[in-house]
């Protein structure tokens, strides 16, 4: 089977993902295992195929869809033994498809940036941001507890934590809170963002830009 999906992530095939997912639940257990591939691409579209699969199985598998949810949880954690550093994505993606059945996992994505150790945000920190900006308006009800969070990773060293805090808040409905940053306006550091099925590399300011104006930039 991981095969056959691998196949289908590569031809971005959500549609046949998600009737092979009615076809078996299996699905979902072998999706969080291709976001271990070594190509990111094929990782990435491994975590949108997740909320794809999902979403068919939730309303007649939702205690199976919650699990998986669980289970991705667990897998953030150092006793897990297996760490999949995509599981904040993954959240995320299964979530907002369907904010009605499993809306609670919302702030338990979010407040991952408050929890978790700083060893270990190093190694998620983009992600959260990333699953919050997923989320958007879903998540705009716990900046408050979290936004100082993703304000300060505005101005983090790493560009690719730069430039998903600043995706993040765009998508959130807080592209407010990036006026006046004119270093920002300026940082060419290079960002990879997922979006829409490809990997796209834009900059810090470029995705300023974007939230701030609505406008992608040309190059």
């Known amino acids: ?30 999706l969080l295992s291709l976001t271990y591939d ?15 699969a999902a979403e068919a199985l939730a309303d007649g598998h939702r205690h199976y869809v919650r699990e998986h949810l669980r ?3 667990w897998l953030i954690t150092e006793e897990s033994g297996a760490i999949c550093w995509r599981a904040p994505e993954g959240m995320a993606e299964v979530v907002r498809r369907r904010p009605d059945l499993f809306g609670e996992y919302v702030p338990i994505v979010a407040h991952l940036l408050v929890e978790m150790a700083e060893e270990d945000l190093q190694h998620f920190r983009p992600g959260i941001l990333w699953a919050m900006g997923r989320l958007g308006p879903l998540a705009a009800d716990v900046m408050a507890d979290v936004g ?13 934590v730069r430039g998903m805090a600043v995706w993040c808040l765009g998508e959130v409905g807080r592209a407010s809170a990036l006026a006046g940053r004119h270093d920002l306006a300026s940082d060419r550091g290079e960002v990879i963002l ?6 796209r590399r834009t900059t810090v300011a470029g995705l300023l830009s974007e939230a701030v104006h609505g406008v992608t930039p040309e190059g």
Do not use: C, S, Y
């Open 194 to 199: 997922f979006h829409e099925g490809t990997l």
């Open 1 to 30: 089977m991981k095969n056959a999906l691998r196949e289908l992530l590569v031809e971005r095939r959500l549609d046949l993902v998600r009737e092979r997912a009615l076809e078996t639940r299996r699905v979902l257990g072998t």
């Open 148 to 160: 100082d969070r993703v304000l300060a990773a505005l101005d983090h060293g790493d560009a690719q």
């Open 38 to 52: 070594a190509d990111p691409l094929i990782a990435w579209r491994a975590v949108e195929a997740m909320g794809e």
């Open 71 to 73: 289970r991705l949880f």
